[in-house]
């Protein structure tokens, strides 16, 4: 893409009673006003282009050389919406739904110019342009939604009636970006740029605007609601699909509310409404939730070793294992273009190791995608074998065996000797020691560890697992290769789990103590549910299956501190052979294979025995007390991961859990969640639950001393990068 302020043609600039700002620039072409935003990164709507793009909108009215405007946007993007950083902020004038009106009331036409993102408000100023022309690989969208608002600045006024009720509602509650050829078929701009060089189209239309003698065309006047009943059965089908599909969520509903008033009321009214709301939205502690889920994720690959040293270039992956998880890691790379060779003990076990890749491929054809052609391409991307030699000049390995110490270092101790020099070598373990694993090699500094999630072309995270003798480069290599992967990564220190998995135990502690000491697993998978959880963490169990949690639990106990409280509940039905989902039983029952479990007597009764048999008094728990007791257990030790520099900062924390472990978003992780009620209130549940075993609630000296100096975790979240 060209930069579009450097392919102008010779620029004259014209003189403005304030000048320009740095923000926005304008610059005459014959009689066209370019006005162009130019604010690195991504020209997000500041205070300052807000106040540029006014003034340049003002004086191009007032100015008789000028005929028409073209609003452009510099760098890579057109506009990706309002500035999220100043959020929460004191709001500073002129306000962006005045600046989009404005820009509407011009009596010159103006045109919007698009390439790159037009996001939120940046596609709401298109929509206040009269006309608009967009670049191949533009994406325009109103995702406002995933920050927990509703778009602001008109769009939910401009947007029906530009394109109607239907599609408008599906853009805003979806929040996804929709393809310049989409939009041209959707309404939203009039044409597509024929060559990369936005400007000089977005010039030509405007000088054929102004040659063919066409005026202005403000959106609030198109008529995309005309047809007022198929507008209120969108608005109706609308409300119905978000009372369930966005569950506990504050602003998709105020959307359509807002959509309903464009169809219903008089465009001005609309517009007070949709501002009533957004500030609505803007308060709400979902907006703060999720816009900290928006720079955790950015913040969490930050880490010193990226900032420090080169990655080294990857071209070839091999992967040692063809089961579930390194069939879907096979995915996952080959999806980013990589060649793959797995590895499999026999031809047998290869075979399935393929058979198992293509059937994650076939099951994205089914659902449409991906085409015939792109399965075929990436399976011709995949080679096999079962000799490591044939990983002897592959850039990366990574290792997605049994999960088991012997097995594991059996691996790395083939791989140190066909492996290149140079190349990584990676662990998929979920809680082994990688320093040990990197001591099976004569070349510790290259290992490292990668620890995906099921399924793994599926599910956004990786642990970085960062082993003590690593080296920098490998480090900065592994996130270089998740962004490539599009995955959210997260920098993790060794210990048993991680960050991801040690908290998942604690969660999972907590969650049994309530368990013996009267709650039943149906009411604790209720609650978490309730409070956001995709799933209870009993129904957790029963879908991963609870031999796995089993063979964990038999693995640690001859090192489990035996002062530890250890409820056996979970044990009793793995006896039994009740595993959850695969064997028809687990928590719950799953008659004649259904995938939603009913509670199950016989489970209530089992807890019932094991309760008596400890000589526990069954107690009765509210939601909330148990929403309490699992998220202070959780908050607990992730203060202490943070203070051991498992985590570098409590965001990355809140990362792992809501893109690992279906923690949800819009409350913006543990940490998050725990500055939003206070850390002295986290500190008293903790002391009020330590008297009865102060061995699991003992209160992270972290907490402690961020409670006395005033502090909440987030002053721990400055990039160390
Ligand atoms: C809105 O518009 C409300 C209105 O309806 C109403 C107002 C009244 N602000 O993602 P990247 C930063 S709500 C501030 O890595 P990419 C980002 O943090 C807004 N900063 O790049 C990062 O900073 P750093 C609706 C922003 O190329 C850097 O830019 N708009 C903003 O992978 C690069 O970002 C959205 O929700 C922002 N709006 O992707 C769009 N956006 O380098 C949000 C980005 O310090 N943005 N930054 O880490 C995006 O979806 C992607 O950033 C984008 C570029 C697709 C634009």
């Known amino acids: 893409m060209t930069h579009p302020a450097a392919s102008a043609p010779s620029p004259s600039p014209i003189s403005s009673a304030g000048g320009d700002s740095h923000a926005v620039t304008r610059t005459l072409h014959g009689d066209v006003l370019v006005i162009a935003i130019d604010n690195p990164p991504v020209n997000a709507l500041g205070v300052e282009v807000r106040r540029g793009l006014l003034e340049a909108i003002e004086a191009a009215d007032a100015d008789a050389a000028v005929a028409a405007v073209v609003i452009v946007g510099v760098g890579r993007n057109f506009i990706a919406g309002a500035d999220i950083r100043e959020f929460g902020k004191p709001p500073q004038p002129p306000h962006l739904p005045a600046v989009c009106d404005r820009i509407e009331a011009s009596t010159k036409p103006v045109v919007a110019a698009i390439h790159g993102a037009a996001l939120g408000g940046g596609l709401e100023v298109a929509l206040a342009a009269h006309y608009r022309i967009a670049a191949a690989g533009a994406k325009l969208g109103l995702p ?15 947007t029906p009636r530009l394109i109607g009720a239907r599609a408008a509602l599906e853009l805003m509650l979806s929040g996804r970006h929709a393809s310049a050829n989409e939009a041209l078929t959707l309404g939203l701009v009039d044409r597509l740029s024929k060559t990369d060089d936005i400007l000089i189209e977005g010039l030509a239309y405007a000088r054929e605007l102004v040659a063919t003698r066409q005026g202005t065309r403000p959106t609030r006047a198109a008529n995309g609601l005309a047809d007022e009943a198929a507008s ?32 219903e009321r008089p465009f001005d009214e609309g517009l007070a409404l949709e501002r009533r709301l957004f500030l609505e939205c803007l308060d709400s502690p979902q907006r703060a939730g999720l816009v900290h889920a928006f720079f955790a994720e950015r913040e969490a690959a930050k880490v010193p070793e990226a900032s420090a040293a080169r990655p080294r270039p990857i071209a070839s992956v091999g992967i040692v294992g063809g089961g579930t998880m390194g069939a879907g890691i096979a995915v996952a790379v080959l999806d980013a273009g990589l060649p793959v060779t797995l590895i ?120 970085v697992v960062v082993p003590a003798r690593v080296a920098a480069d490998v480090v ?19 210990c048993d789990g991680f960050i991801g998995n040690r908290l998942l135990a604690v969660y999972r502690t907590a969650a049994d103590y309530l368990l013996e000491d009267g709650a039943s697993p149906y009411q604790i998978d209720e609650a978490m549910r309730a409070f956001g959880y995709p799933m209870g963490p009993y129904q957790v169990i029963d879908l991963a299956g609870g031999d796995i ?60 025995d094991e309760r008596k048999r400890r000589g526990v008094t069954p107690r009765s728990f509210t939601d909330e007390e148990i929403v309490e007791r699992l998220m202070t257990a959780v908050v607990n030790e992730a203060a202490n991961i943070v203070r051991e520099g498992i985590a570098l900062r409590p965001l990355d924390v809140d990362v792992t859990l809501m893109h690992g472990y279906g923690f949800p978003r819009y409350r913006g992780g543990p940490m998050k969640y725990a500055d939003t009620l206070g850390l002295a209130n986290v500190l008293a549940s903790l002391r009020r639950f330590e008297k009865e075993d102060p061995l699991f609630w003992k209160p992270s000296p972290l907490i402690v001393e961020l409670v006395d100096r005033g502090a909440d975790f987030s002053s721990l979240n400055t990039t160390r990068g």
């Open 549 to 608: 949690g089993w063979a964990a639990r038999k693995r640690r106990a001859p090192t489990r501190d035996p002062r530890l409280r250890y409820v056996e509940i979970a044990d009793r039905l793995c006896e039994r052979g009740w595993f959850g989902q695969k064997t028809g039983r687990g928590f719950y029952l799953y008659p004649e294979g259904a995938r939603t479990g009913v509670r199950d007597p016989e489970v209530e009764a089992l807890i019932e």
């Open 476 to 494: 900065a290599t592994a996130f270089e290769f998740a962004k490539r992967l599009s995955k959210v990564s997260v920098r993790a220190g060794v």
């Open 144 to 158: 406002e939604v995933k920050l927990g608002l509703l778009p602001g600045a008109g769009g939910t006024q401009r």
């Open 344 to 463: 499999e003990r026999d031809e047998a076990a290869l075979g399935r190791g393929r058979a198992h890749v293509e059937r994650v491929y076939d099951g994205l054809v089914a659902k449409g995608r991906i085409d015939a052609k792109a399965k075929a391409d990436a399976m011709a991307r995949l080679a096999g074998s079962t000799s490591y030699e044939a990983l002897a000049n592959v850039d990366l390995v990574i290792e997605a065996v049994f999960e088991d110490m012997a097995v594991k270092k059996a691996v790395f101790t083939e791989l140190d000797r066909v492996a290149r020099p140079g190349a990584v070598l990676a662990t998929n373990t979920s809680y082994l020691d990688i320093d040990e694993i990197a001591g099976a090699t004569s070349r510790p500094a290259d290992v490292i560890g990668l620890h995906f999630f099921s399924p793994a072309n599926v599910m956004k995270l990786l642990e």
């Open 232 to 263: 209120r059965a969108a608005i109706e089908a609308a409300r119905k699909e978000t009372a369930t599909r966005s569950r506990g969520l504050f602003s998709p509903l105020k959307i359509v509310e807002a959509v309903q008033a464009a169809l």
